[in-house]
């Protein structure tokens, strides 16, 4: 798995640091640091931070969530 978060949309409301935390690190209030290749057993950690992240700035290329993340256009 690879992930991304938009740091422009991050808000710095640490739900995914409390949800994932071995992938997630809240430095002082808005400075997210994060493992952008985590290991398979944080997977479904990282899949309820993508769900819980309020402004969707989490991005992944595998799970549950890709079609809700994916860039929108004509078809
Ligand atoms: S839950 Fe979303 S907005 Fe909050 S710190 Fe994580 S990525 Fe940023």
Redesign the pocket.
């Known amino acids: 798995m690879r992930l991304v978060?938009d740091l422009n949309r991050?808000?710095?409301?640490?739900?995914?640091?409390f949800l994932a935390p071995n992938v997630?690190t809240?430095h002082g209030e808005e400075a997210?640091l994060y493992d952008a290749a985590p290991a398979e057993s944080e997977h479904a950690r990282v899949w309820q931070?993508t769900a819980?992240?309020?402004?969707r700035?989490?991005v992944t290329d595998e799970g549950p969530f890709i079609e809700s993340t994916a860039p929108t256009g004509p078809r």
């Open positions: 978060v991050c808000q710095g409301y640490a739900q995914c640091a997630f809240l997210l931070a819980a992240c309020p402004v700035a989490i």
